[in-house]
């Protein structure tokens, strides 16, 4: 299997809801990734776990909540967004890097969940 | 801090013809570089990587190249296809970090 699947597809929410974006991997990969990616922009990147744990936190407002229930799933809880949150969110999955060496480890990323905040 | 550039906001060719994107980085000395392809609204997918010590690095209709001296690498799509139309994007990584250039949107036209 060599899918990262992301639910949901789509996700309309106000600014004071709560909700949830989730993924999963069953490639082994010990690494996870959250991206957020606006129109015509290269992905950027948000979270970082590495064997469960969060490992890189690129300076993300707390209102973006990154968890790790286990190897196989992310989890990213949404709570009092902005419209300008509203993006594409992508998750992927690698090898993790040894520490003081560049990856070589490709990326699988998801389809994405798009995400509007109104 | 970090930079990548990648050539032009668009690139349009004829289809049969090479299309050729460019990568360009500073403040960086990765050991690998990357190629992803993305389609709308999709994620990106892995095509190819390329190591420092290695000057070219082919698949199928891909070519990528690297040089660590300009701190450059190009990708060739040989014998275009209109579907090769995506946006086309390099990445540097270092430990868990990725980071991409801004990204090439092809048009291979018919």
Redesign the interface.
Known sequence: DTEVTQTPKHLVMGMTNKKSLKCEQHMGHRAMYWYKQKAKKPPELMFVYSYEKLSINESVPSRFSPECPNSSLLNLHLHALQPEDSALYLCASSFPTPRGRSSYNEQFFGPGTRLTVL | SQKIEQNS?ALNIQEGKTATLTCNYTNYS???L?WYRQDP??????LL?I?ENEKEKRKERLKVTFDTTLKQSLFHITASQPADSATY?CAL???????????TKLNVKP
């Open positions: 906001e990765p050991a690998y990357q609204g999709r994620g990106p997918v892995f990587l190591r994007l990584n270092n430990f868990n970090k990725f980071y991409f250039g801004s990204g």
